[in-house]
């Protein structure tokens, strides 16, 4: 449950999700502490937000700044030939599971990922976000620092995977000291190649 809210929650604020606030609202009460408060404090923000605002925060939130990208390869790969290579293996752990992806959102955002290991896979879903998470803390931490309501979805996200290991922290200290590495090659090839890229008419 905490997957597939924060997977809404995490979606642009438009019409269609600032609609679905009060289900929303319903089904977070019932999710134990702490995510619950957590999610339930961001569903109070959009409430009482104006749509506007709400959606020029999101666009600066999200794809103005780079270390609040939602892609979790951009964290670990930037734009690189192995940022191609992670994505390929993204697209194939849903095809496996059935899940044909169509060329509007690539595999690895983040409430992509959210919705599927809530609605579709959850074993399959949880070792991709567990293979990401030092991404999701980092990502957690960034929209933290910044002031972000944002953060409180990313907070519910972690109560849900296991405490950082000891790799997923010397991970997270070089992200957070380097950031993403730059190489403008490589995720071109994967965008634009149709054979990677169907289309099933919407995302499941």
């Known amino acids: 449950?905490?997957?597939?809210?924060?997977?809404?929650?995490?979606?642009?604020?438009?019409?269609?999700?600032?609609?679905?606030?009060?289900?929303?609202?319903?089904?977070?009460?019932?999710?134990?502490?702490?995510?619950?408060?957590?999610?339930?404090?961001?569903?109070?923000?959009?409430?009482?937000?104006?749509?506007?605002?709400?959606?020029?925060?999101?666009?600066?939130?999200?794809?103005?700044?780079?270390?609040?990208?939602?892609?979790?390869?951009?964290?670990?790969?930037?734009?690189?030939?192995?940022?191609?290579?992670?994505?390929?293996?993204?697209?194939?752990?849903?095809?496996?599971?059935?899940?044909?992806l169509g060329d509007e959102e690539l595999p690895d955002h983040l409430p992509v990922v959210l919705e599927f290991a809530a609605c579709i896979d959850p074993d399959t879903g949880r070792r991709l976000l567990v293979e990401y998470r030092a991404v999701v803390e980092l990502l957690r931490r960034s929209l933290a620092d910044s002031g972000s309501p944002y953060a409180s979805i990313l907070i519910a996200v972690n109560t849900t995977l296991p405490e950082l290991s000891v790799p997923d922290r010397r991970r997270l200290a070089e992200l957070a000291a380097q950031g993403p590495p730059s190489e403008e090659v490589g995720l071109e090839t994967f965008a634009m190649d149709p054979a990677l890229m169907e289309v099933d008419g919407a995302r499941r």
């Not at 408060?37 to 409430?47: D, G, I, K, R, T």
């Not at 979790?72 to 930037?78: C, E, K, P, R």
Request: hydrophobic share 45%; glycine share 8%; with cysteine.
């Open 1 to 100: 449950m905490v997957w597939r809210i924060a997977a809404l929650l995490l979606d642009y604020p438009g019409e269609q999700t600032l609609g679905l606030l009060d289900r929303i609202r319903d089904q977070a009460a019932d999710v134990p502490e702490p995510a619950g408060s957590a999610l339930l404090a961001f569903v109070a923000h959009l409430e009482a937000g104006d749509p506007t605002e709400l959606a020029a925060d999101y666009v600066q939130t999200f794809d103005l700044r780079r270390r609040n990208c939602l892609h979790l390869s951009y964290y670990a790969y930037g734009d690189t030939r192995k940022r191609g290579m992670a994505l390929l293996r993204f697209k194939h752990a849903f095809r496996a599971c059935g899940v044909e």
